[in-house]
């Protein structure tokens, strides 16, 4: 049973930074996506950034230059580095995993931005 959990959420300031982590669990094959999806209140999930496996990472234009992700494939971990934050990035945020064809999702962890 694949399990993705989530850490690193919590308040920061405008202009702050934030890191979250998450580590997979279970049989995962190499092949796969990674990432991380967010959901503000009253709002769609929606994508902030997925990387594969060996390839470019793809980030939602709202955060492009502001946030990074990672992978680390013999950890089974994926980070998001959350710079310049603003109060529009408030939203709970899902680590997400793509692998053979099937979609997995964190608990969540909520980041709240004040301004």
């Known amino acids: 049973q694949v399990q993705l959990v989530e850490s690193g959420g919590g308040l920061v300031q405008a202009g702050g930074s934030l890191r979250l982590s998450c580590v997979v669990s279970?049989?995962?094959?190499?092949?796969?996506?990674v990432g991380w999806y967010r959901q503000a209140p009253g709002k769609q999930r929606e994508l902030v950034a997925v990387?594969?496996?060996?390839?470019?990472?793809n980030f939602a234009g709202s955060v492009k230059g502001r946030f990074t992700v990672s992978r680390d494939n013999a950890k089974n971990t994926v980070s998001l580095q959350m710079n310049m934050v603003k109060p529009e990035d408030t939203a709970v945020y899902y680590c997400y995993l793509r692998d053979n064809f099937l979609n997995y999702w964190g608990q969540g962890t909520q980041v709240t931005v004040s301004s």
């Open positions: 990387i594969s496996s060996g390839g470019s990472p």
């Open positions: 279970g049989t995962i094959v190499s092949i796969n996506t």
